[in-house]
């Protein structure tokens, strides 16, 4: 891998406005269907999407992805979709969720991705909101839910199965996607030019998803990006060539998040990538070797989750050489890694060592992990620690780390490998202008920013200025060489009984340092003072268990093991060393089982649901509290 340039020599910043205009030109009068015309002529032989059937892959090029598609529309149509409609999508990550998203933008509908693991509320009120005519679900279990709320979705008239629809063929209302197919087929038989017709008609301003925000503090809002949005953003991204034409990536986060949508949707229309799907996230540490991506988008636990593998590895061997040489080897990877970042020299002799530790080591590691390959590794949706970045780079993959939300696409900066400043989220994308308010809120204006919310115009004006600037509720700060820095959200940042601002991810970052924590929620707001809820890397506990002799079996006595709760003691100790002592956390308490997105502690992107935690562990806290 090449290393990233931190600090001197940096390449100048361009006038962001005059890009902006170099790009307005290049996607001018352009839509995603377009592109995907363009794909199926010049790229028609090529693999376009892939996935296992059996256990073994399967491939479709991109005029099959087309043909597929024009399959779908057809059938779509057959059901009544038409211009200004909503198509659901509710699958796991495969080729039929893509498909079905370009069917419906190529009829001038609008694609709804929801989350998989949605309750059925959920699905009511994001299927009600937008008026879905028609929803396409994975499988019986999946329309379970669907089936529930159907009485509360009088717009709903169909539901297509990909799966199990024999279960359900007493459901008029329901029909499996075999039988869209064949109707699709007679609906293009009886208008051969329909599916031209439809697709031409689609405009640059035409939505091309409405994605709703996960709702960390409160209901989702549906955000409508348009096809000019989407293009634009990837041609931002891609500006100078950075991405290969036909580049490998794997699909695995959830497809109704804007990074997941970004990476293997809309840039891989823009670059004809090969898309290769991992159904279940967690899946995907198996999926790497095999594919061996030449870009990859993580969020920060996955990378946390890798380093924590890697070195659980190490102490796991039993021979005590190769034990040796490994910690050996990771700590020259951070030391040499950390050196670089503060832009301090890197004596001659622990470049000589990380040299022969990447040959002995790292390589190796880099093979195995199935990233050898890999020449963008990315970092999004949510903070993620230095100590983790420095281990990567240490390790020869180095991590751009980015910043944005839905409502600007994905992605508003990034680090790159020729401007790369680890600790931020980068500079702005090439024609996107950053400035940040008098309260310190970043502002941003592109291309990439969406034109508002669906039906709801109080919340448009109130985050979409009439200047067109993007007012993100984050907090951040712009270093002299442009490099953004976010401090927390604006409305989740601590104020304590005293009137201390304070920032609950940094502190929580802190935390995170110390392997035997998985995740940490800081609390304060309006407090006399700051405290925390732990949770425990289930890995690592047991890893720590072992090498301390104790005995336990769940997590949940674990938890209350005295020596245990002492080495988190010591992490909050540490933690604080770095902060000021108004902001330490002085209390905490460790939460007897892991977060995870079915106890709706996490969005499905692992980022903290605050008025959850908060709600289901009110006597925890208040004890904390109460101690005083």
Known sequence: MIPARTGRGLPPQEDPKAVRAEIDAQ??????????????????????????????WTTLTWRGYRGAVRRAAMGLRALGVGPGDFVAIMTRN???HLITDHAAMHLGATPVSIYNTSAPEQIAYIAGHCAAKVAVVEDAGYFERWEKVKPDLPALERVVLLEDEHEFADREWVCGRGAIDEEGEREAERDPEAFDRSWRAVTPETPATLIYTSGTTGPPKGVVISHHNVLWTAASLDR???????MRVISYLPLAHALERLASHWVSAWKATHVFFCPE?????????????QAFAGVPRLWEKLEAGILAAVEADANPRRRSIGRQAFDVARRTAELKRQERSVPLGLLARRATFDRLVYAKVRKRLGLDACEIAVSGAAPISVRTLDFFAGIGIPIAEGYGMTEDSGPATVNTLDAHRAGTVGRPMPGVEIRLADDGEVLIRGGNVAAGYYKDPERTAATFDPGGWLHTGDIGEIDADGFLRIVDRKKELIITAGGKNISPSNLESLLKRHPLVGEACAIGDGRPYVVALVTLDGEAAQRWAAQHGVTFTDLAELSREPQLVAEIGRAVDDANEHVSHAEAIKRFFVVPREWDIAGEELTPTLKLKRRVIATKYVEDVERLYEAS
């Open 94 to 96: 495969r080729p039929e």
């Open 27 to 56: 996607v001018a009068g352009m839509t995603l269907c377009d592109v995907l015309a363009r794909n199926a002529s010049l790229y028609g032989d090529r693999p376009a999407l892939s996935w296992k059937a059996d256990g073994a």
């Open 240 to 246: 100078g060539g950075r991405y290969p034409t036909g």
């Open 281 to 293: 996230i967690m899946d995907i540490f198996n999926y790497m070797p095999e594919v061996r991506p």
